[in-house]
């Protein structure tokens, strides 16, 4: 369970990130409003504080096959860009937003392949995590993966790649058999930044 005093020091440090998107190259085409949540939660058995990861579903038209966090586009009976965030985790890992408490945002980024604007915030859980999931159709798989994990120097790397007629470097995770790249690789790195106020 995360203590009072480590919810304020995180609350702190998402409060002085920029939530702007860019990073990213300019684009032309009008973006769409999308949000996914950064769920973090501590884990008794290893002792320490992990985060959510889903696999989308390999049928899928856009991303079939990406590590990503629960999230999607803006539905317009939507309150706000957290609350599509809270009913996309719902929908496609059956966790409750009543279970989740929203600390802050980490900065926003575009994709260039689908043309959103992605609004990542960071969520707790309570002090009893699950490791059984509801999954959706869009989802094919649900793991949690140790902060330390993703520090560690056999995990990370950087990929050049290459979208449309950009070419960047992009971060890249190997965890659970896995590659995380592209925006989720980005949040992940954003998220690591401040690990000294998580844990």
Known sequence: MFTAAERKSLEEALATTRTGSDRSPPSSEKLKSS?????????????????LLTKRSESLESHAGEISFPGGQRDLADADLTGTA??????????SPDSIEIVGALPG??????GFLISPFVGFLGDKIPLEFRMNSEIERVFWVPLSTLRDPRVV???????QNFFFQTPVYR??????????????????KLRHRIE
Do not use: H, M, N, Y
Not at 86 to 95: A, D, M, S, W
């Open 35 to 51: 949000a996914v949540l950064v769920l973090l939660g501590r884990r008794k058995e290893l002792g320490e504080t992990c985060v």
């Open 86 to 95: 809270l009913r996309e985790t719902q929908e496609e890992v059956g966790i």
């Open 175 to 192: 965890v659970e058999g896995e590659r995380v790249w592209g925006a989720t690789a980005f949040i992940l790195s954003d998220l690591l």
């Open 109 to 114: 980024l575009q994709t260039l392949t689908s």
């Open 157 to 163: 790397g950087q990929e050049p790649i290459r979208v």
